[in-house]
């Protein structure tokens, strides 16, 4: 049994809060803040158990301590923004309370995003006889544990890694991003990035990209882009010779990319505009939907999985793995796209074995640095199965 405090009342922690609220043996009191109060208490109206709400300003250390000490949890779930990460990192460390998140920290100023910073905290962590759990979504977070089963399990020795992220889904705009607009351009827009024979290779955004035949979707293009897990699993994965990150996008969404980009609109510097200091981006986000709102009429299905070969005993092997997501049985469930479901699902699966102890420890953790089999056997049951391929060669 177990006090959680949820920070973030978006896509994912609407999807956070609803699941948790389903495992009363576990999560026996629940709280849900955000910046607004009302987006909290309207999820709150989707349960049928009672949470309490509160506002939150989580880029303020002082009020998340108050909170956090006027609660007493045994956890806090971090599904508010990548920007937010150290605050309430260090909140937890002012409170002794234990950190769980599904991104890794960036700078508002900077679109740049690693786990420098928060690795940092791993000594701070680790005196406190705190444990942090970075990165507990879809991916980062399932991709990380597939890896770790595979090595447990399969391989000897994992030496390729092939991460693919593929929405295979339709909702109807003409342009939207499936989590947070501001952050999703961040990421994609940045150079491609990855890891080959000890060193890190760049590309530009959207040059390296080739067909993939992806299960229950069908053959769609993916690109290479860089994301945030790599740099753990080059970190944790022995024998490692290369890894990369694949994300699918459509002809369609690159070209109005494209021109958002062309005429300025994903810029994060501020601009002057009619008197008044604007980023580009922030105005761009504001104008579009908000993913949350995409759910309802949302059809078709995401594939996540990783390719990877290594050697087990001697013979080289080819392993699979993927889960296969619906957005219209995710909006049926817990009334979001499949985006939200796939990274709030292992927020709570990952806050589950960290509240009955199957993960404990001392410091800062991404998952792969934990033992993969209780969390690959809950993922089912909370609604992600996977599916294995195997090929020896
Ligand atoms: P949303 O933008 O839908 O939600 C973010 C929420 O955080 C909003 O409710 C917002 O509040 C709240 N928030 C923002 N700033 C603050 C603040 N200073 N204090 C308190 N609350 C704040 O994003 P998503 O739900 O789509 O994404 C949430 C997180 O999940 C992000 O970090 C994202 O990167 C991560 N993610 C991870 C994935 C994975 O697989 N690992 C996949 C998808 C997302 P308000 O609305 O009031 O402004």
Not at 367 to 392: C, I, R, S, T
Request: hydrophobic letters at 40%.
């Amino acid at each position: 049994m177990g006090k959680v405090l949820i920070i973030g009342a978006g896509g994912v922690g609407s999807v956070v809060a609803q699941k948790c609220a389903r495992l009363p043996d576990v999560f026996s009191e629940i709280t849900l803040a955000s910046r607004t109060k009302e987006k909290c208490e309207k999820i709150a109206a989707l349960l049928d158990r009672p949470i309490k709400t509160s506002q939150v300003d989580a880029d303020n250390r002082e009020q998340t301590v108050a909170l956090i000490r006027s609660l007493s949890p045994d956890l806090v779930i971090n599904v508010a923004l990548p920007y937010q990460d150290l605050s309430i990192m260090d909140a937890c460390l002012e409170t002794g309370v234990n950190y769980l998140d599904t991104a890794n920290f960036e700078s508002p100023q900077e679109a740049f995003f690693s786990y420098k910073w928060q690795w940092a905290y791993e000594e701070k962590f680790r005196r406190a006889g705190l444990m942090a759990l970075l990165g507990s979504g879809f991916d980062p977070g399932v991709t990380n544990v597939f890896c770790a089963y595979a090595l447990k399990h399969y391989f000897d020795e994992i030496n390729y890694v092939d991460i693919m992220d593929c929405n295979g889904g339709s909702h109807g705009h003409a342009f939207a991003t499936n989590f947070n607009p501001e952050i999703n351009i961040r990421e994609i827009t940045a150079k491609g990035r990855f890891w080959e024979d000890g060193q890190w290779k760049h590309t530009e955004p959207f040059s390296v990209h080739e067909p993939f035949d992806f299960p229950q979707i069908g053959v769609r293009e993916k690109y290479l882009i860089y994301h945030e897990e790599l740099e753990s699993l080059v970190k944790h994965l022995p024998g490692l010779r290369r890894i990369r990150f694949w994300m699918t996008f459509s002809q369609d969404y690159l070209t109005h990319l494209r021109v958002l980009h062309n005429v300025g609109l994903t810029r994060i510097d501020p601009v002057e505009f009619q008197g008044q200091k604007i980023v580009p981006l922030q105005f761009l986000k504001m104008l579009l939907p908000d993913p949350a709102s995409l759910a309802a009429c949302y059809t078709g299905k995401t594939n996540i999985g990783c390719m990877i070969s290594g050697l087990k005993d001697g013979r080289l092997r080819k392993y699979y793995i993927y889960n296969v997501c619906d957005h219209e049985e995710a909006f049926r469930e817990v009334r979001a796209q499949a985006i939200s479901y796939t990274a709030g699902v292992p927020a709570v699966v990952g806050a589950k074995m960290m509240l009955t102890g199957k993960w404990s420890g001392k410091g800062v953790f991404n998952l792969e640095q934990l033992d993969p089999d209780p969390f690959m056997e809950d993922l089912p049951a909370h609604g992600l199965p996977w599916v294995e391929v195997f090929q020896e060669m």
